[in-house]
């Protein structure tokens, strides 16, 4: 497996080993000595599956506290993805980095604890899987919005359709530093 690091320490792209053939093809998406090896040493305890069309943006979202880290993948469509570095005390604070990750690129984008996670939708369909080191747990569901002029995200679409929770978010600058994740 081959991985590259981003502009934000800890956020890394990995490229599973793929094995194509005439048939299609075969990739391990999880092997935990592989993961490890690569320095993602955490448990994970829920996998979950997400089903979006074109133009949906979801995100940017986080828990504090029981705080998810997550390795995301798309097994089918085209997503671009990113994670934005929430953690109080950060020299990274506020500061994004964004990958194209599809089912042709067998990529992932593992997101540790502390950063705030979203994707929109590039290709007519996606299904978008990730692994979380912690449950959902809806009293410490946090967000920052979207189009956060102070983060900067450079979305390659402009046409957009957020949910209405997503829509509703604040700025980092306006969340209590108590509602974000600190860092160490």
């Known amino acids: 497996m081959n991985v590259i690091e981003t502009n934000l320490p800890g956020v890394l792209i990995v490229e599973p080993k793929v094995f194509g053939d005439a048939r299609g093809f075969f990739q391990e998406t999880w092997r935990q000595e592989n993961y490890e090896a690569i320095g993602i040493r955490e448990s994970f305890v829920q996998d979950n599956l997400s089903f979006s069309t074109r133009g949906v943006l979801r995100g940017l979202h986080y828990q504090q506290p029981n705080t998810q880290g997550k390795l995301v ?19 990274t604070f506020g500061k994004w980095t964004g990958v194209v990750l599809s089912g042709e690129n067998h990529r992932q984008l593992w997101v540790p604890s502390g950063f705030a996670h979203g994707f929109c939708v590039l290709s007519e369909t996606t299904y978008f899987t990730y692994k979380c080191t912690d ?50």
């Open 135 to 184: 449950v959902y747990t809806p009293q410490a569901e946090g967000g920052v919005i979207w189009n956060d002029t102070d983060i900067g995200i450079k979305w390659p679409l402009t046409d957009i359709v957020l949910s209405e929770k997503d829509q509703l978010y604040s700025r980092l600058k306006d969340i209590p530093v108590e509602r974000l994740p600190v860092q160490g």
């Open 73 to 91: 993948s798309v097994v089918q469509g085209e997503v671009f993805d990113v994670a934005v570095d929430i953690r109080v005390g950060s020299k």
